[in-house]
């Protein structure tokens, strides 16, 4: 019996081991908040009209100033 206790221990403390070897090593999966600094994500895009910063600002310009009523219509 003492000697089926040592060979799991021995298993056991070589496994351990092993897997210790590898996470310093980087082949193991790390766990998160280690390793590569995460991409920067792009902005995300206008959805809408009233989300989208340039058409709001467009359409506050037109309404204070109101087009020309002798300019040419297109």
Known sequence: MLKVMLVV??????????IRVL?????????KGRGRAPRP??????????DDPDFLRDLDRKKRQPPDPEAPLD
């Open 9 to 18: 221990l021995l298993f056991a403390a070589l496994t351990y081991g092993l």
């Open 41 to 50: 994500q792009p902005r995300p895009r206008p959805v809408a009209p009233d």
């Open 23 to 31: 996470e310093r090593r980087g082949i193991a999966k790390r766990p």
